[in-house]
C-alpha cells in the first residue's frame, strides 16, 4: 500500500497495513490533527451516539460504518478500511463532525462518563477475531454488527465454538441485551 500523507485543512492522514493481519486486504487510517481535541473529547461524548468515554483516559471509541473509531487529542484511527476512497471520505466526513461539535461547543453539555450497554465493539472483541470467513461474513467486524442487529447467533462462528467459556460469557451478554438465541 502506498502510505502517501494525504495532507488536509487541520489534518493530515495515511493508510497503514494492520499489523495483526499482514496479508489483509484491508486496512487502518491514521489521522493526525493539527489543534490538540483534548479539551472537546467530552463534548464529542455527548454527540456521537453509541461511543464509550471516560474522562482522564483520553479516547473515545465509537463504531462507524462498521469500523472502529478511536479519537485521542492528536490522532485519530479508523480500522478496516478497503482503499483510499472510502478513507478520504470517512476522513472528510469524521472531521467535519468534530469540526461542527467545536462550532456548537456553547450549546452542548458535556458528558465526562458515556459507556453504551453492549457495543459492537464489545462483542467484536470477544470473538476470535481471525477474519477467517467461516461464518459467511467476510470479516469478524461484520459479524459482530450482524449479531448486534440480531440477524446472527454466535453459533454460527465455529472458532468461537470451540472456545467454550467464551461462547458462553458471549451468549450471556447478548441475552442480556435482550437477544433471544
Ligand atoms: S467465523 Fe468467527 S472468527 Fe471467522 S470470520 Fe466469522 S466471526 Fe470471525
Do not use: W
Not at 6 to 25: F, Q, R, T
Not at 39 to 52: M, N, S, V
Amino acid at each position: 500500500m502506498n502510505r502517501n500523507r494525504m495532507i488536509k485543512p487541520g489534518y493530515a492522514y495515511e493508510l497503514v497495513n494492520i499489523e495483526c493481519m499482514p496479508s489483509s486486504d484491508l486496512f487502518n487510517i491514521v489521522m493526525e490533527v493539527e489543534a490538540s481535541l483534548e479539551p472537546l473529547l467530552p463534548y464529542l461524548a455527548a454527540t456521537f451516539p453509541g461511543c464509550t468515554y471516560i474522562h482522564g483516559t483520553g479516547v473515545l471509541q465509537f463504531m462507524e460504518e462498521g469500523h472502529i473509531v478511536a479519537i485521542r487529542p492528536t490522532t485519530i484511527t479508523i480500522t478496516g478500511v478497503e482503499g483510499a476512497v472510502e478513507a478520504e471520505s470517512l476522513c472528510i466526513r469524521l472531521f467535519q463532525r468534530i469540526t461542527d461539535v467545536a462550532a456548537r461547543k456553547g450549546d452542548i453539555t458535556p458528558v465526562f462518563k458515556a459507556q453504551p450497554s453492549l457495543t459492537v465493539l464489545d462483542i467484536f472483541l470477544a470473538l476470535p477475531r481471525t477474519n477467517c470467513g467461516l461464518c459467511g461474513s467476510p470479516t469478524c467486524m461484520a459479524f459482530a454488527a450482524g449479531l448486534h442487529r440480531r440477524e446472527e447467533t454466535p453459533a454460527s462462528c465455529p472458532p468461537l465454538r470451540t472456545e467454550r467459556e467464551k461462547y458462553d460469557t458471549l451468549l450471556q451478554k447478548l441475552q442480556i441485551h435482550g437477544c433471544s438465541l
